[in-house]
């Protein structure tokens, strides 16, 4: 019943900011050419609006009776206008106005701190004007990441935006984008885009902030060379060059080798030196990692899940004399029996003058009954002993992004395991993506691989993207038991393995840098760490811990739970 009087209270008020008398304070609104006068009343203003609560605080009124003067050049007069109604009031109204005033009014009631409208705007601005919005992207998402308070309109943007890149890409005004903005579309991991183009782009960009820059980069000097490289160097980082085809590195990117850091150039040099530019429809189809074996079977059934998967990283330096190959393998195991995954990482690595070599044969079964996918297994190394010497011999993974392959099965078969389908178009050029698993997602992937040795954060944003993990055990098909783990698993370095807790989405892992056996002497190593996240959905909450006492760092005797 109160609410009926609401209606007049709002007219009221409306008729006390239309009348000429009891005002107590101007505001100027407005630059030159265009300004104009507004009268209101600081009571008003003061409990409407915190950042004019914030001028009036330095603004007393005079005693002498003078009015108050503020000025307010950073807002249209238009947009002020509609707001000065909707403090008083509390009505507003858009029918009369076009879109683009309304955003306006939406920046204007951002810098006044009026929270309610900034929500309410936003909201209708998505929802009643969704094709002016796709027409006007550049200004749309330009507006809402130069606003930080526009969520809504950020999100609305970033999604159309990954599915619709040209929209931004390719429009008109592309070049006037900020840094800021542009970092915000590139980093995006969701954006429908191949990565050459998204390079070629960021080169674009690059050259119209200098539109004194040659665009044939053969005739750039050192000088113009070193002005593109500092005007790149923030969105760099995010181009995932490791997703490239050996003919677009070679095609796109290495005539502006130099722009590149030098850690990055050298890293990127050394692996496509190997590859084949004539190959790029066999990649694209499928990576595998040289003189290793890839491992995949696919159950339907409900049970809970393990997966074992490989990473894999061919890495050429310079005058490298020999191939050290290694497979790394992650073991990862649901707690209770729900969901167990292990995974191997296999690299390649060419190292300068090294001695030996170490090649590993790849055996293969196909399997052709009921939609089973086809396995591959490296057959055993040689079990080494776990001495401090030969451990510290094993080289560090090094990152190669390759296509991932998951495995996840239900222990209880009423229990049901659910899928997200969805992968990142820029995952999945070449390269599918860096794990396909039901326990954990590629960002998790992303972060347990910068775990696997300590270098610098610069590299880490690189090497992080292209490691490449591949099934070797799964406790649902192989079996939940110690001699099953160290029948398949015994003789493979450096392993993971992700445990989910059942009942709950808490996660738990460790990683092993050297070969498991079944002896009973204690591993040496200081490179393996345990790991938990305590809700895999926030993967920023997590713990991890190192070895302090590396001579008992690993527990042979004990099945890895």
Avoid at 12 to 24: G, R, T, V
Avoid at 48 to 74: E, F, I
Avoid at 137 to 142: A, S
Avoid at 412 to 437: A, F, V, Y
């Amino acid at each position: 019943m109160t609410d009926k009087f609401l209606p007049q209270l709002s007219q009221n008020l409306l008729n006390i900011l239309d009348d000429d008398e009891y005002y107590d304070i101007t505001i100027e609104v407005g630059s030159d050419p265009y300004v104009k006068i507004f009268r209101a009343h600081m009571v008003i203003l003061n409990y409407r609006s915190a950042y004019l609560r914030r001028m009036l605080s330095t603004n007393k009124k005079h005693l002498d009776g003078t009015l108050v003067h503020l000025r307010l050049p950073n807002i249209l007069p238009e947009a002020f206008h509609v707001i000065l109604r909707y403090i008083y009031g509390g009505r507003l109204s858009l029918e009369n106005y076009d879109i683009s005033d309304i955003i306006q009014i939406l920046v204007a009631a951002d810098k006044l701190c009026l929270q309610e409208l900034v929500i309410h705007l936003q909201s209708s601005l998505i929802e009643n004007n969704t094709n002016w919005m796709e027409e006007n992207l550049d200004l749309v998402y330009k507006t809402s990441f130069e606003n930080i308070s526009f969520l809504e309109l950020q999100n609305y943007c970033t999604d159309l935006i990954s599915k619709e890149p040209d929209k931004i890409f390719k429009s008109p005004n592309f070049s006037s984008v900020p840094e800021k903005l542009l970092i915000s579309l590139i980093k995006n991991d969701n954006l429908q885009m191949d990565e050459v183009q998204i390079w070629e782009h960021v080169l674009k960009w690059g050259f119209a902030q200098h539109p004194e820059l040659p665009p044939d980069h053969t005739t750039l000097s050192k000088d113009e060379l070193n002005v593109l490289k500092n005007t790149l160097q923030q969105c760099i980082p995010f181009i995932k060059f490791f997703n490239l085809s050996s003919r677009e590195f070679s095609d796109k990117v290495l005539p502006y080798k130099k722009v590149l850091p030098k850690e990055l150039k050298k890293e990127l040099v050394n692996y496509f030196w190997d590859r084949n530019i004539e190959s790029k429809s066999r990649v694209n189809k499928e990576v595998k990692p040289v003189n290793q074996s890839v491992s995949q079977t696919n159950k339907e059934s409900q049970s809970e899940s393990q997966e074992i998967q490989s990473v894999s990283q061919t890495n050429k330096e310079s005058q490298s004399e020999s191939q050290a190959n290694q497979i790394e393998s992650q073991t990862n195991k649901e707690s209770q029996s729900e969901s167990q995954e292990i995974q191997s990482v296999s690299q390649t690595k060419k190292e300068s003058q090294l001695e030996s070599q170490a090649n590993q044969s790849e055996s293969q079964t196909n399997k052709e009954s009921q939609s089973e996918f086809q396995t591959n297994q490296s057959e055993p190394q040689e079990n080494k002993e776990s001495t401090p010497e030969s451990q510290a011999n094993q080289s560090e993974p090094q990152i190669n992004k390759g296509s991932q392959l998951e495995y996840q099965a239900n222990k209880e078969p009423q229990s049901e395991l659910q899928t997200n389908g969805e992968t990142s178009s820029r995952e999945n050029k070449e390269i599918k993506s860096i794990i396909d698993s039901k326990i954990i997602t590629n960002k998790h992937a992303e972060l347990i691989s910068g775990w696997f040795y300590r270098p610098s954060l610069f590299s880490w944003v690189y090497k992080s993207n292209y490691y490449r993990f591949k099934l070797l055990f799964r406790g649902s098909r192989d079996g939940f038991t110690p001699s099953n783990f160290h029948q398949i698993c015994d003789n493979q370095i450096s392993t993971v393995m992700i445990i989910k807790v059942k009942g709950s989405n808490e996660i738990l892992g460790g990683y092993n840098p050297i070969a498991w056996n079944q002896n009973y002497s204690n591993g040496v190593t200081k490179d393996s760490f345990i790991f938990s996240f305590e809700n895999k959905d926030n993967i920023e909450n997590y713990i991890l811990s190192r070895v302090k006492d590396e001579t008992s760092a690993i527990k042979n005797k004990y099945y890895p739970i």
